[in-house]
């Protein structure tokens, strides 16, 4: 069965996802990483040398090899993955999403400032990040909302957070698939 984590950058898809996927002992996708897998370039390359198109394009075919899969995997997407085409379509018919829902001013504090491989947030002080953020989430946030569950998490841990998304997947897979390993 796939999870997907969605969420707007800096929410802690791939960090949490990671943690989440190790004590469920399953498999976890980066969408990020796998698109620069396929190209051997960084997502600022692909970006900056093939474009947001061919990017936008790249984590589709990542997103329907996953969907065709028919694995366990916890999956961290890229925070514009969903809103692109009908991505969300795909991922709610092919698995279960999961939305880490951040306000603007704590996403900033999880993004590190002037950080090279956000091509959206390139070269951003926190201050213009904040302004881009507040700027671009709401946009996002009609997508985001469609999860299956949604977790609030600016007054939770990381630690909390893994076990929110451990307990979701525990409760939604059939009991042959849970690995329990902790
Ligand atoms: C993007 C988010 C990034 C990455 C790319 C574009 C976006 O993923 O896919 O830079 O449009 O929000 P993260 O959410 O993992 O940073």
Redesign the pocket.
Known sequence: MLFYLI?????G??SIGREAARRLGWRFV???RE?ERMHGMS??EV?ARLG?AV?RKS?RTVLEELAAGGEDVLV??????P?CGDNMHLMQTSGKTIYLKLSPEKLVLRLKPCNT?????AGMDREQMLAYIRENLPA?EGVYEQAAMTIDCDRLSDDAIASYVVEYVRHHVPVAHAVVQE
């Open positions: 969420g707007y950058m800096g929410c898809k791939s980066d969408m990020d698109v997502v600022a970006f947001e990017f984590e961290a997407t890229g925070g514009g993955a809103c491989n956000r091509p959206k947030l996002r």
